[in-house]
């Protein structure tokens, strides 16, 4: 009787023994010291980069190839930006495509600082397509037009007709294309539905596109405001989707897949 009542006492014991909780890891804060370190210094310096590198290229890209210079400008500015902001980037998949191809690469939009991620660590020459709005501001305005970027006026898609045929006839030379299908940038962090005509050039020029996902971006530096917030960031590149047997009307069902491998790439890392 003695060895039940002890057996029985242990088992309460043991049943009363309380649980051991963990609590997940706070997520990093950023206070005031980030703040004013980004509005006092980040932001300044990469306006300067910004001003003075527009005004030497403007000379420098008189003589010789102009596209091939501004792409060299572009590519130098963000380099700088990138290691002013302190940001790393873990890069993964390029080894699955074949960069001298003319792909589209359909890249997912959470940051303005997508573009120098992408001038940094996309190892070739290449061209954005861009919405008209961006041809307002200052030297930048003036950079993307001269360096051959693709303007899109979205209010407006007929007055893009010229810029659209000069596209496709570079992805045909060769120049592979950026484009970023959501049509602007996320205002919260998750994928917004692609707009189907951002694959027309793709398409049309019979090229595959390559889906691209940029995690840590928006929250290094979301829409309306100027507060950088430093941090490791990572650039994965799928595999290419072909655009062989699409037709021009047959865009929608193009944009579903593309925006599926995107978002499988940018979720199942994050």
Known sequence: MQEVNTSVTERTETLQEPAIITTPPRPKTYGWISRLRSYLILDPLIWLYTVVLGIISIPCSIFGDTERILHAFARFWSRVIMKTIVSPVKVTGLEKIDISKPYVYAVNHGSALDIPVLYVYLPFQFRIVFKKELLSYPIVGWHLKRSGQVCIDQQHPGGSVASIRSALKSLKGGMPLVIFPEGGRTPDGDIKPFLPGAFFLAIKAQVDIVPV???????????????????????????????????ARETEGLSAKVQKAVEDLYYNHR
């Open 213 to 247: 996902a940029l995690i840590g971006t928006y929250e290094l530096l979301p829409m309306n405001t100027y507060h950088i917030k430093s941090r490791p960031l990572e650039m994965h590149v799928g595999e290419p989707i072909s655009t062989a047997g699409y037709s």
